[in-house]
């Protein structure tokens, strides 16, 4: 009989190896296949959004087209999912839709999965802090091949995971450059990261800020057509930090929005995100606003300390229709001088949407307009306030009805003012 014979332990070694070589290579191809499966689906996902804008802004106004959330509820938009993140239940942190003035629409995946979509410049890109021992947790700028890389990539800037630390390139630093005067397309900060560098005089697509502090940074001077604040209960700015720049459109979605840094500035649209639950003192202090829509029932403000004031232009104010509540002293709109400024905010425009009878006359008082400014067809015919207050807005001015208004309702009553007197 002959004897068998098995495999050796080197046989089996090899046999072993193989096989794990072979595992790897059909990962690496599996995941291939499954990362393009889902920048396909994200492409689709783009485009079907841009025509859903499209077909929405021939009915509506840019603020009621220009989120996921607002195209859904308008019936423009069926239900989908971020292939990155399956489990994201809120796409406007996804999907930023940015319309200019020609109603051009562009839209920009910044969700979860943008470190997939778009590539992290190669560290040797990035110029390292002197203190940062290597550890790659502290940039001061850009490499000339780096920043050659930004443009070469879609201009879009992802700060690596690791980094902490965001500065100006150190004195004497040689093949270094700063952050200002630069044209990309995205910046994202996703991470905790402090902000200190220099970003004046750049012009940006779309800035998007989850987390980390902005305490001394500078987007001064800065055009930027899409700035959207995701939590800001993490976030934190210093003051001046946007001054005299201009943005198209900003939206803040949701949190704690005490900042003070728009001094000087102009904003096209402002969006107050319903998840929204504070506004602080000064935050748009002389700031030029074209439109705000307000859709946060907002359930705290700094009383006696506005958030809008000291404004330069008109301003045209949307409620809602899904707001109820509505904060005190929002908006300054006194001609009283306090410490050297001024407190004035002009609404040209008041438009609530919706049911109209949900506020009262007083409710908009108290909220921070003047009386000539609220609208005669708002108020609940119910209420007292609203049924009995008329106002003579071509004989009467609006300091005259304050004072007038104030001074009846110390006594308890409320005033008519016939308007052919």
Not at 317 to 341: A, Q, S
Not at 345 to 373: A, E, H, P
Not at 408 to 415: D, E, G, L, M
Request: with cysteine.
């Amino acid at each position: 009989m002959k004897n068998k014979k098995g495999f050796t332990l080197i046989e089996l070694l090899a046999v072993i190896v193989i096989l794990a070589i072979i595992m790897v290579i059909a990962t690496i191809a599996v995941n291939k296949q499954i990362k393009k499966a889902k920048k396909d689906s994200n492409d689709i996902n783009k485009e079907v959004i841009k025509k859903a804008v499209k077909t929405c802004l021939v009915e509506h106004s840019k603020e009621d087209c220009n989120s996921i959330s607002d195209l859904k509820s308008n019936g423009y938009l069926d239900e989908f999912e971020d292939p990155w993140d399956k489990n994201n239940k809120n796409l406007n942190n996804s999907y930023a839709i940015v319309i200019d003035e020609d109603d051009n629409v562009e839209v920009i995946y910044s969700g979860n999965g943008i470190m997939e979509e778009n590539e992290t410049p190669p560290s040797e890109y990035f110029s390292w802090c002197s203190s940062d021992n290597g550890k790659h947790k502290c940039t001061d700028g850009l490499t000339t091949e780096g920043k050659t890389w930004l443009q070469n990539h879609n201009s879009v800037l992802i700060i690596p995971s690791t980094v902490t630390e965001i500065k100006n390139c150190e004195s004497g630093k040689t093949d270094c450059n700063n952050f200002s005067n630069i044209n990309i397309s995205m910046l994202v900060i996703n991470n905790n990261v402090t902000v200190n560098a220099n970003f004046s005089g750049s012009s940006i697509d779309l800035v998007r800020i989850d987390s980390g502090s902005i305490g001394n940074s500078k987007f001064q001077n800065t055009n930027i057509k899409n700035l959207v604040i995701g939590n800001t209960g993490n976030i934190s700015i210093g003051e001046y930090t946007f001054q005299n720049s201009k943005i198209d459109n900003f939206t803040i979605e949701s949190g704690k929005f005490s900042w003070y840094g728009f001094q000087n500035g102009n904003i096209g649209t402002l969006t107050i995100g319903e998840n929204v639950t504070y506004l602080g003192s000064n935050t748009f202090n002389g700031t030029n606003i074209d439109k705000i829509v307000l859709k946060a029932n907002i359930t705290s403000s700094d009383v006696n300390n506005q958030t809008f004031r000291n404004a330069k232009n008109d301003t045209i104010l949307v409620i809602d229709k899904n707001v109820t509540k509505l904060p005190k002293n929002l908006f300054g709109n006194t001609n009283n001088d306090y410490n050297g400024y001024g407190h004035w905010f002009n609404l040209k425009d008041v438009i609530v949407q919706g049911d109209k009878t949900r506020f009262s006359k007083m409710d908009l008082y108290n909220f921070g307009l003047r009386w000539d400014q609220i609208p005669d067809d708002i108020g609940n015919p119910n209420d007292e306030a609203s049924y009995n207050l008329h106002i003579a807005r071509s004989t009467l001015k609006w300091s005259a009805a304050k004072n007038s208004a104030e001074s009846f309702a110390k006594q308890k009553s409320w005033f008519i003012i016939d308007e052919d007197k």
